[in-house]
């Protein structure tokens, strides 16, 4: 019997069976949604909060599993975005090449962009509740009360940071009797070995073990005593073995790990006992996409001198985070880089971008105080993305058909292929459509870069600011308001009616 549910959330990712239902995680919303496989329905959608940390919201929840030794704990890889208050070092030269120095001017929370986390959540009679999540990261000052929540990475311990290029979670398994958990870190191509009870701060990492390019998901053996982890870009399965509990706790009572004796603490019986297997023929793309991509996940020093950034934690997948960052320009939303980006120049929001040298320049060097790569590294990962394509709208958005085609006339009718019409629905152009200087707060530039509207769908928030949060919105701010329409129009936007809008908006998440 085949039952179909449908979730309210977009991109789900990962999928565990708990107690009386599924749980799944949703990538790019950070909700876990519950659902009940007797009756086929969500029951609920939950987002997992850091309760501790107003700055930081998780996304990016990846492969999630249930704790062995209590099935009614979820333990969910992601990533946490500090996206309000830092002052990212955008347009300023002050930190460019300063290797020790972060990759952002930080604002009043002090804490970095982005850090990899892991967070557990209750499972109760199938219904998640969001309140009796237990969180067990913490980037910032570790309290010294017991039992505080630990991340995997303290950003604020520069050293680790740093050093430590942990990034990108993907994937969980819990062993040793749920003491230990082996976060599988897809940028580094690392398993983070660490204790899962509360500890404070780095204390609770064990040790790395380099696993593979795209390292990504990871399976216990049937006895429990060897880990295979899969590495989707080079096609390869390393194997670990697992750490007795009785190890792990003799190992903490003689004091545990300091940041100082990190790399002499790796834990040695997680040292990779068959190196890599390859299971099949290497990729066969391109040499110049593979290492693009390989380049595009990589904490490497030359594109950015954050221990935990590389460019997919900002475009995970060659998709959007979702976030809105805050730049010294003001609020700019990651764009998707999928669809054929490097054709669709110029980049950026304000359109300060030519070709992939200058995002070396403006976006790794200037933002991430990157030291620099190479030309044809940089050329590399804009082959890559070349090969994203734009996702294909939601079965649901493109089953109205009639409505689909009725906003169509409508976007001709309102002039809107005059700026985002031919193949790459965008012009490619610079425009002042009301959404800038004037209109917006501290906002300091008053025209944008066209974006493509491909794969919309899935891209929102909208607007170089994403202060559009749905479309029917934007409809409503900017094109009833006569700001986002052609010159040369059919219809008289004042005019559209309740119905024209949602045809409009079919017709927009078709795309
Ligand atoms: C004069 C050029 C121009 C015209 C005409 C135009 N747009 Fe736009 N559109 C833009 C620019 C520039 C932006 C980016 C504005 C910003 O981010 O502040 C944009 C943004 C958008 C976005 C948000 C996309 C995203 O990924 O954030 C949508 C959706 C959109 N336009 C739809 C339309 C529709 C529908 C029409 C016709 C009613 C239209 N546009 C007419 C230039 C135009």
Not at 221 to 250: H, I, K, L
Not at 415 to 441: E, N, S
């Amino acid at each position: 019997m085949v039952g179909r549910v449908a979730l309210t959330d977009d991109d789900p990712r990962g999928l565990a069976a708990a107690d009386g239902g599924l749980v799944v995680s949703h990538f790019t919303s950070g909700r876990l949604s519950v659902v009940d496989v007797d009756r086929d329905v969500e029951r609920d959608a939950v987002g997992l909060k850091l309760p501790s940390r107003a700055f930081f919201t998780p996304n990016q929840l990846d492969q999630l599993t249930l704790d062995p030794v209590d099935p009614g704990v979820v333990v969910v890889p992601h990533a946490e975005c500090n996206d309000d208050p830092a002052q990212f070092n955008s347009g300023s030269t002050a930190f460019v090449g300063v290797h020790a120095a972060p990759c952002y001017k930080e604002g009043p929370s002090g804490f970095p962009a982005v850090v990899p986390g892991v967070s557990r959540a209750e499972v109760v009679l199938g219904a998640l509740s969001s309140d009796d999540s237990e969180h067990i990261d913490q980037p910032g000052p570790q309290p010294e009360a017991e039992g505080p929540p630990c991340p995997i990475i303290n950003p604020l311990n520069r050293t680790l940071l740093q050093d430590v290029n942990v990034n990108g979670s993907a994937a969980v398994a819990v062993v040793a009797d749920g003491a230990v958990e082996l976060v599988v870190a897809r940028g580094s191509g690392s398993v983070v070995v660490r204790r899962t009870p509360v500890g404070r701060g780095q204390d609770s990492i064990l040790g790395v073990i380099d696993a593979g390019v795209g390292a990504d998901s990871i399976v216990l053996s049937p006895d429990g005593g060897t880990a295979c982890v899969f590495n989707a870009f080079d096609q390869s399965v390393t194997r670990c073995a697992v750490p007795a509990a009785n190890d792990v706790e003799s190992r903490f009572a003689h004091g545990g790990f300091t940041a100082d004796a990190f790399y002499d603490a790796r834990y040695a019986p997680m040292q990779r006992d068959a190196a890599t297997r390859f299971i099949g023929a290497p990729p066969a793309l391109p040499e110049d996409v593979v290492r693009g991509r390989e380049l595009f996940h990589a904490v490497d020093q030359r594109l950015t001198q954050n221990g935990a950034i590389s460019c997919a934690s900002r475009h995970p997948g060659g998709a959007d985070d979702g976030t809105t960052w805050s730049f010294v320009e003001r609020l700019r939303q990651s764009p998707p880089p999928w669809g054929g980006i490097t054709g669709t120049a110029p980049f950026h929001w304000d359109g300060v971008g030519r070709d992939m040298a200058d995002i070396r320049r403006l976006t790794s060097i200037g933002r991430m105080s990157g030291s620099g790569l190479g030309r044809d590294g940089m050329d590399a990962i804009g082959a890559f993305l070349d090969t994203i394509p734009a996702p294909a709208p939601p079965a649901a958005a493109i089953a109205a058909t009639d409505s689909i085609e009725r906003g169509a006339a409508g976007d001709r009718g309102l002039g809107c292929l005059q700026c985002h019409g031919g193949a790459d629905l965008t012009d490619d152009a610079m425009h002042d459509v009301g959404t800038g200087a004037g209109f917006v707060a501290r906002e300091t530039m008053t025209a944008f870069a066209t974006p493509s509207l491909k794969g919309l769908a899935h891209a929102a928030p909208c607007l170089h600011d994403g202060s559009s949060r749905t479309l029917r919105q934007m409809i409503d701010d900017l094109i009833v308001t006569g700001r986002m329409v052609g010159t040369s129009r059919a219809l008289d936007p004042r005019t559209l009616t309740a119905a024209q809008k949602d045809d409009l908006v079919a017709e927009l998440l078709s795309l």
